[in-house]
Every structure is written in C-alpha cells, then in structure tokens.
T-cell receptor, first 112, second 115 residues
Framework: QKEVEQNSGPLSVPEGAIASLNCTYS??????FFWYRQYSGKSPELIMF????GDKEDGRFTAQLNKASQYVSLLIRDSQPSDSATYLC????????????FGAGTRLTVKP | DGGITQSPKYLFRKEGQNVTLSCEQN?????MYWYRQDPGQGLRLIYY???????QKGDIAEGYSVSREKKESFPLTVTSAQKNPTAFYLC??????????????FGQGTRLTVV
C-alpha cells in the first residue's frame, strides 16, 4: 500500500505571496504524482501532473518532484483568494495494485 | 460530453435502512473508485474496481458493498451495518495501467445524511 503524507495545515498566506504545499511518500517505485484542488463542498479537480525529477511549471503553479528524497511539492506564486482550497496529492494507480489513495490534503487560505 | 455522473446529489437515510448511491461514467475507463469524505478530512478509499466483475476493498470497506456488472457503472450500497454513514461520497474513474493519463475524474458527489 502506497502511503502519502501531507501537512493538513491550515496554511494561510497573504494575497500575492508564494504558497508552498508538500507531500512525502513511502513507495520508492512511484514515478509520478498528481496534484488536485478541492473547493469546499465540491469534488477534486486535477491541476498538475509531474512524472520526472525536477520542476514543472504551468502558469502560477510549479510542481517539484525529488525521487531521492521521496518528496513532491506544489508552489503557487502570486497567490489569489480564489486559490483558497484544499490541495491533495496522489501517485497514479500502479500496474500491480490499481488503487488510488490520496494524502490527507492541505487546506490553504489566501487572505486579501 | 464525457464525464462521470453521481446520483442523487443529496440522500437521506433512516436508521437501519440500506441505500444505494449511483455512479456512471462514459469515459471508457477501466478503473473506478469510491471515497468517503468527512468534514475537514481527506478522501478515504472504500472500494475500487479495475475491471468488470472484480473489485477490492479499500481502507474502510466495512458496512459498504459494491458491484461492477458493467464497465460504465459502479454503484455503492451503504448498509445498515455502517453505523455512522453521514458523509460526502465521491466516485471517481481513471484509465488503467502505466503512469500517464491515469488521473482520476470525479463525480459531483453525494451527500448522505442519516435522519
């Protein structure tokens, strides 16, 4: 069973600041990760996918994967109040065990 | 439009009653999942299925049952054995195998309340 740990927060940052969200994971075989955003009362939606060491940038979002340290992060630059949500990370379903388990999620609040 | 549909959006259950939550997808995905979410908590895996007529227990399967008779459908029954069923239930589907293009697509959720 793949274990994913997240700091559940809450994390509060002022508008315009950088928000940093982190996950650590136990499965050394994990090749990639998804980041999802979940607004209160809504279902999660995919915002980023990273499958190699290093950084991947998409607009104000940057995902970082460090396989040696078993660590994946999401940076949100120029944070906006609309970024206030819970952010979930998850490895993709594996070939041998097609479950999909999520970290507990980090609740982010961006204050105007 | 392709997507995943859950129904009903709100459901009320009386004590000792079984209820079934519907989940249908037209994304041609092999894998389907059921999660439970309590207020302020993360997603906990109830059951998942990789192919038709096969499914596995997740972390909190007690008091729940599922079936996968068709690729498109993965209904969840909350039985009377589930003593605290009030929660937000999410169904998801994904492509199977590999590590790309396997992101989860979620339904809009069913909010179940015991009355």
């Amino acid at each position: 069973q793949k274990e994913v740990e997240q700091n559940s927060g809450p994390l509060s940052v002022p508008e315009g600041a950088i928000a940093s969200l982190n996950c650590t994971y136990s499965d050394r075989g994990s090749q990639s990760f998804f980041w999802y955003r979940q607004y209160s009362g809504k279902s999660p939606e995919l915002i980023m996918f990273i499958y190699s060491n290093g950084d991947k940038e998409d607009g104000r979002f940057t995902a970082q994967l460090n396989k040696a340290s078993q660590y994946v992060s999401l940076l949100i630059r120029d944070s906006q109040p609309s970024d206030s949500a819970t952010y979930l990370c998850a490895p993709p379903p594996g070939d041998n065990n097609n479950d999909m388990r999520f970290g507990a999620g980090t609740r982010l609040t961006v204050k105007p | 439009d392709g997507g995943i549909t859950q129904s009903p959006k709100y459901l009320f259950r009386k004590e000792g009653q079984n209820v079934t939550l519907s989940c249908e997808q037209n994304l041609n995905h092999d894998a389907m999942y059921w999660y439970r979410q309590d207020p302020g908590q993360g997603l906990r895996l109830i059951y998942y299925s990789q192919i038709v007529n096969d499914f596995q227990k997740g972390d909190i399967a007690e008091g729940y049952s599922v079936s996968r008779e068709k690729k498109e459908s993965f209904p969840l029954t909350v039985t009377s054995a589930q003593k605290n069923p009030t929660a937000f239930y999410l169904c998801a589907s994904s492509a199977y195998g590999g590590f790309t293009n396997t992101e989860a697509f979620f339904g809009q959720g069913t909010r179940l309340t015991v009355v």
